[in-house]
């Protein structure tokens, strides 16, 4: 069992910045993906970005240019910088946790962080 632990979310202005951190524990295989997605008004839960320990990443297509994904491996711990916020960005954004072991996979989700954007 992975746990997640989020924080950072909040409430800014269009054009600021947050940064998302997500802490996992319990996590045993270290060749995993952590990510973040979000889930907006009317909105299913959507990717915004990933990236493995080796560092290959995957960003969705609306934030490309504003948010950068990192990650600390040693700390277990991944990072997303959002700048130049939108409106549209509100959303809950959740830290996931992904291993895909061939016959087998875990997936793992944080409780969520709410980012809303005033226009």
């Known amino acids: 069992q992975v746990q997640l632990v989020e924080s950072g979310g909040g409430s800014v202005q269009a054009g600021e910045s947050l940064r998302l951190s997500c802490v996992a524990s319990?996590?045993?295989?270290?060749?995993?993906?952590m990510g973040w997605y979000r889930r907006g008004p009317g909105i299913e839960r959507e990717l915004v970005a990933n990236?493995?320990?080796?560092?290959?990443?995957t960003y969705d297509n609306d934030v490309k240019g504003r948010f950068t994904i990192s990650r600390d491996n040693a700390k277990d711990t991944v990072y997303l910088q959002m700048n130049s916020l939108k409106p549209e960005d509100t959303a809950v954004y959740f830290c996931?946790?992904?291993?895909?072991?061939?016959?087998?996979?875990?997936?793992?989700w944080g409780q969520g962080t709410q980012v809303t954007v005033f226009s």
């Open positions: 996931n946790w992904y291993y895909d072991g061939g016959f087998f996979e875990y997936d793992f």
């Open positions: 319990g996590s045993y295989y270290s060749d995993n993906v």
């Open positions: 990236m493995s320990t080796d560092g290959k990443t």
